[in-house]
Each structure stands twice: as C-alpha cells, then as structure tokens.
Nanobody, 129 residues
Framework: QVQLVESGGGLVEAGDSLRISCAAS?????????????MAWFRQAPGKEREFVAA????????NYADSVKGRFTILRDNAKDTAYLQMNSLKPDDTAVYYC?????????????????WGQGTQVTVSS
C-alpha cells in the first residue's frame, strides 16, 4: 500500500520562500515504488476547487507547472530518499491553500488529477500580506 505524507507547511509572509515535502512509502500492487511514480502537487483554497500546481515525471526528465506558479515554484524529487519537494519562492497571499501531493505510477506528470492513484492528507500553507 502506497502512503504519501506531506510536511513543511506553515505561515509565512508575502515574498517569503517555503519548501514542502512529500515522503512516500510502500509499493503498488504491481510492486512499483517511488522511483516509478510521477509526482504532483495540487492545492485547494477555501471555497475553491482543487487545482494543479506542478508535476514531475517518474524519470525526473519532464516537469509541468501551472501558469500561476511558473518561475516561482520548482518541483523536485530525490529517489534516494523517496521524497518529492515543492520549492516555493516569492509567495503571494493567493498561494494560500492546502497543498496535496499525489502519485501516478509510471506517469509522465499530467495536470489531470484523476490520473493520480495515490494522495496525501495535505499540508496547510498560509501566506500573509
């Protein structure tokens, strides 16, 4: 059973930076592990639908970003630590949301949330103005 656990969220001021993490454990029914997953970050602000933020292919060779975060956020992965990261710079109050990581075994990093089979519980990021 695959488990994803986010950490690193918190309260920051506009313009600050923050790195959140997603630690993976377990394996899929077919025996796939973290190195086989595309990883993504989604977020959901109060009263809004969940939206795509960033994704990285299982190989790390392809990344995908929402227009709203391009140039400010970077998605990273460390296969030795079974962990994905979202480095967030120049944070804005509009970035305030619960951030969720998700895994798509064998994927290339789609923006479509229904392609992701496994989800974490989320970590709150609050950006004050």
């Amino acid at each position: 059973q695959v488990q994803l656990v986010e950490s690193g969220g918190g309260l920051v001021e506009a313009g600050d930076s923050l790195r959140i993490s997603c630690a993976a454990s377990g394996r899929t029914p077919l025996g796939r592990t973290f190195k086989d997953y595309a990883m993504a970050w989604f977020r959901q602000a109060p009263g809004k639908e969940r939206e795509f933020v960033a994704a990285i292919a299982w190989s790390g060779g392809h990344t995908n970003y929402a227009d709203s975060v391009k140039g400010r956020f970077t998605i990273l992965r460390d296969n030795a630590k079974d962990t994905a990261y979202l480095q967030m710079n120049s944070l804005k109050p509009d970035d305030t949301a619960v951030y969720y990581c998700a895994a798509d075994p064998g994927g290339w990093g789609t923006i479509r949330d229904y392609e992701y089979d496994y989800w974490g519980q989320g970590t709150q990021v609050t950006v004050s103005s």
